[in-house]
């Protein structure tokens, strides 16, 4: 059964400062995808990465897939109050179905 | 263009009662996939609708819970009997291909269905 682990779960960060998510999962997988989902809203695609070593980046964020380690990385740079939210990895394990990390919920303060 | 929406936005029921819940992908995507998320989790995979068939059931908790998509496109959930523990967000996907293929999934904003 595919596993997805996200750490930290909880994040407060200083407006201006860096910081990472990590997200690693249990089985073989080289689809990976990061979401990110405001206060009773949806989910909002951010970032598909699809093999060994994919980097995408937009804005503030960039996302990176290391298939080999079964990690993925959501590297914020100089956070502002805006990226407030929770983000999500979820992993393509099946070709179909996505299973979903907890969450890091990220709370940027002034 | 449109994306996924949902009906109702919130539903609140009472325990025992029947509910269904409608999903209308986007235009064109042959793959619907329903989730379900409860407070502080991810979501997690109920069904996955490769057109009229359901490819992969395996996610639904009991038989009270049960999916059609009788002509590819809308889609609607049902679940029979409700329990308090049913009390979640039920979210709708769409993706254009899945089954193996590259498989990005569009949310819709969800139903948010509460059982008294």
Same mark, same amino acid.
């Given at each position: 059964?595919?596993?997805?682990?996200?750490?930290?779960?909880?994040?407060?960060?200083?407006?201006? *400062?860096?910081? !990472?998510?990590?997200?690693?999962?249990? !089985?073989?997988?080289?689809?990976?995808?990061?979401?990110?989902?405001?206060?009773? *809203?949806?989910?909002?695609?951010?970032?598909?990465?699809?093999?060994?070593?994919?980097?995408?980046?937009?804005?503030?964020?960039?996302?990176?897939?290391?298939?080999?380690?079964?990690?993925? !990385?959501?590297?914020?740079?100089?956070?502002?109050?805006?990226?407030?939210?929770?983000?999500?990895?979820?992993?393509?394990?099946?070709?179909?179905?996505?299973?979903?990390?907890?969450?890091?919920?990220?709370?940027?303060?002034? | 263009?449109?994306?996924?929406?949902?009906?109702?936005?919130?539903?609140?029921?009472?325990?025992?009662?029947?509910?269904?819940?409608?999903? +209308?992908?986007?235009?064109?995507?042959? /793959?619907?996939?329903?989730? %379900?998320?409860?407070?502080?989790?991810?979501?997690?995979?109920?069904?996955?609708?490769?057109?009229?068939?359901?490819?992969? +059931?395996?996610?639904?908790?009991? +038989? %009270?819970?049960? /999916?059609?998509?009788?002509?590819?496109?809308?889609?609607? #959930?049902?679940?029979? %009997?409700?329990? @308090?523990? +049913?009390?979640?967000?039920?979210?709708? /996907?769409?993706?254009?291909?899945?089954?193996?293929?590259?498989?990005?999934?569009?949310?819709?904003?969800?139903? @948010?269905?509460?059982? #008294?």
């Amino acid at each position: 059964e595919l596993k997805v682990e996200q750490n930290p779960l909880f994040l407060s960060m200083q407006e201006g *400062k860096n910081y !990472t998510i990590y997200c690693n999962y249990s !089985t073989t997988s080289d689809r990976l995808y990061w979401y990110r989902q405001d206060p009773g *809203k949806s989910l909002e695609s951010l970032f598909v990465l699809l093999s060994n070593g994919a980097v995408k980046q937009e804005g503030r964020l960039m996302a990176s897939l290391d298939t080999k380690a079964r990690l993925s !990385t959501l590297h914020i740079t100089a956070a502002v109050h805006d990226l407030s939210a929770t983000y999500f990895c979820a992993v393509d394990g099946s070709g179909s179905r996505l299973t979903f990390g907890e969450g890091t919920q990220l709370t940027v303060n002034p | 263009g449109a994306g996924v929406s949902q009906t109702p936005s919130n539903k609140v029921t009472e325990k025992g009662k029947y509910v269904e819940l409608r999903c +209308d992908p986007i235009s064109g995507h042959t /793959a619907l996939y329903w989730y %379900r998320q409860s407070l502080g989790q991810g979501p997690e995979f109920l069904i996955y609708f490769q057109g009229t068939g359901a490819a992969d +059931d395996s996610g639904l908790p009991n +038989d %009270r819970f049960f /999916a059609v998509r009788p002509e590819g496109s809308v889609s609607t #959930l049902k679940i029979q %009997r409700t329990e @308090r523990g +049913d009390s979640a967000v039920y979210l709708c /996907a769409s993706s254009p291909l899945g089954g193996g293929s590259y498989n990005e999934q569009f949310f819709g904003p969800g139903t @948010r269905l509460t059982v #008294l």
